[in-house]
C-alpha cells in the first residue's frame, strides 16, 4: 500500500489539501491508517544522509517531519475521524474547524516530485556563484557555492573545508538550492 499521491490524482471538486500532524517519524503508518478510511494522503519525502558509527546511510524521510496532507471537501466528508487515527497527533486547525493550506502549496510539491518519488527542488537552473547546501552523502549539511553546473548530472561546488575552498563534483540530485 503506498502512501504517496500518485501525481495524476487530483483534486476532486470541493476539494482542498489539509495539513495533519503526525507522529514524527511515524508519518507513513498514520498515512496508512487513513488510506484504510479511504483518505488519500500525500507525503512529501527526501533522501537523508545519516552519520552514525563512522558510516554514512542514506535513507528516504518525510521532507516536513511530523506531517502530511490530505485532500478533503468540508461539505461532504468527515473529518473528525483523522484526529482518532493512529499516527495522528491532531489535524491542523483554526479555532473548531480545520485550516485548508494554501492554494498550490501541495499542486506544487507534487509537481516537484521526481520520478522516485521524492521531492526534487534542485531544478536545473543552478547558476554559478549560487549557494547550496549538500543533502546527503559525506558531506551532507555542509554548505557549498556552485563552480561550474552544466547540463549533466555533475555539479562542480566548493565547499569550505578547514578554511579552505575545496573543488568536489556531486551529483545535482545530492544539493538543494538556498
Known amino acids: 500500500m ?9 483534486l476532486k471538486t470541493g476539494e482542498r489539501w489539509f495539513l495533519v500532524n503526525t507522529q514524527t517519524g511515524r508519518e507513513q503508518l498514520a498515512a496508512q491508517h487513513l488510506i484504510r478510511q479511504e483518505y488519500r494522503p500525500f507525503i512529501p519525502w527526501t533522501w537523508r544522509s545519516i552519520r552514525h558509527a563512522r558510516q554514512i546511510r542514506t535513507t528516504k524521510s518525510a521532507f516536513f517531519p511530523g506531517y502530511l496532507f490530505v485532500p478533503l471537501d468540508l461539505e461532504r466528508q468527515r473529518w473528525r475521524p483523522i484526529d482518532g487515527t493512529i499516527g495522528v497527533l491532531r489535524l491542523v486547525k483554526a479555532g ?9 502549496l501541495v499542486e506544487d510539491l ?3 516530485t521526481g520520478g522516485d518519488g521524492a521531492l526534487d527542488l534542485v531544478g536545473s537552473d543552478l547558476a554559478i556563484g549560487q549557494s ?4 546527503r552523502g559525506p558531506f551532507a549539511d555542509h554548505l557549498a557555492v556552485v563552480e561550474r553546473a552544466s547540463a549533466g548530472e555533475r555539479i562542480r561546488v566548493l565547499l569550505a573545508i578547514m578554511n579552505q575552498s575545496v573543488p568536489v563534483d556531486l551529483q545535482r540530485a545530492d544539493l538543494a538550492a538556498l
Do not use: Y
Open 2 to 10: 503506498s502512501a504517496r499521491l500518485k501525481p495524476h490524482d487530483g
Open 132 to 135: 547550496v547546501r549538500v543533502i
Open 96 to 104: 473548531a474547524h480545520p485550516l485548508a493550506a494554501p492554494t498550490g
Open 110 to 112: 507534487i509537481g516537484a
